[in-house]
């Protein structure tokens, strides 16, 4: 059974920094693709970073050069790590795996950035 467990969002100044974390069971990272989304109210949930199995990365325009994502093998965790945060950052970020033709989410995590 696939889990995965989102956390690491709070509530921070613009300008400042997070860690999202994504804590997976019942697949390895290392072995899937794996992404960050997020959702702000109103607004449809919309990518934002990327992970191949072979470690390569995407970013949305809007985060490039600001957000990382990253994994750690030997935790199952997936990462993304967000610097220089913007108002316009705050959303829901979910964590999202898509193994054997069906996606998995995470539950969420609130991300609020304060002007």
């Known amino acids: 059974q696939v889990q995965l467990v989102d956390s690491g969002g709070g509530l921070v100044q613009a300008g400042g920094s997070l860690r999202l974390s994504c804590i997976a069971s019942?697949?390895?990272?290392?072995?899937?693709?794996m992404a960050w989304y997020r959702q702000a109210p109103g607004k449809q949930r919309e990518v934002v970073a990327a992970?191949?199995?072979?470690?390569?990365?995407n970013y949305a325009d809007s985060v490039k050069g600001r957000f990382t994502i990253s994994r750690d093998n030997a935790k199952n965790t997936v990462y993304l790590q967000m610097s220089s945060l913007k108002p316009e950052d705050t959303a829901v970020y979910y964590c999202?795996?898509?193994?054997?033709?069906?996606?998995?989410w995470g539950q969420g995590t609130q991300v609020t950035v304060s002007s």
């Open positions: 999202n795996v898509l193994s054997y033709g069906k996606a998995y």
């Open positions: 992970i191949t199995g072979g470690g390569s990365t």
């Open positions: 019942g697949i390895i990272v290392t072995t899937n693709a």
